[in-house]
């Protein structure tokens, strides 16, 4: 599989996850390329040849990058909304990520989830995303982007909403 992790270089981030692979295993897992947006003087596995170390993307090359992989892995260990969720959402992407409320929030049942800090449930969750395509499976996104502002205007309005109404709910 082809996998990309859009995301910087801070610790909550959880590149360091991907430390933990033994590399003599590495082969044993079903990633064939997985692109980390980061430097690759901090790559956090730089033994283990499917793990390659991008850069910073721009836009258009996110939207190239989105286009040509298989899914997004998402490794974050908190976040405030997860906006490489939502991209990947809006292209039709798997997204394996963290079981963490944030998460489930944004990617409900569709997600694939593994435990943050364990590599060998990160490995689980690639082998069924592995097995679920190899079925011909796709997420249906339909539900988690009904409740997303599909611009910034739309973001503003609830916002405002919410200032105005804070206990109400949608």
Known sequence: MRLIYPAAEYPHKNHSLLSQIDVAESRLWPVE???????????????IGWVQCVGHLSPAEMIHAYGSVDGILFLSKKESLGFPLVEAMFFGLPV???DLPYARTLCGDQGIYF???????????LMELKGLLSDNW???WSGQLRGIPKD???VASKILDLA???LAVD
């Open 96 to 98: 394996i990520c963290p």
């Open 33 to 47: 390329e997985l692109h980390l947006t980061i430097r690759e003087i901090v790559n956090p596995a730089p033994s």
């Open 164 to 166: 105005i109404n804070p």
């Open 152 to 154: 910034w205007d739309g």
């Open 115 to 125: 435990d943050p800090v364990s590599v060998e449930s990160l490995r689980a969750a």
């Open 138 to 140: 796709r997420p249906d």
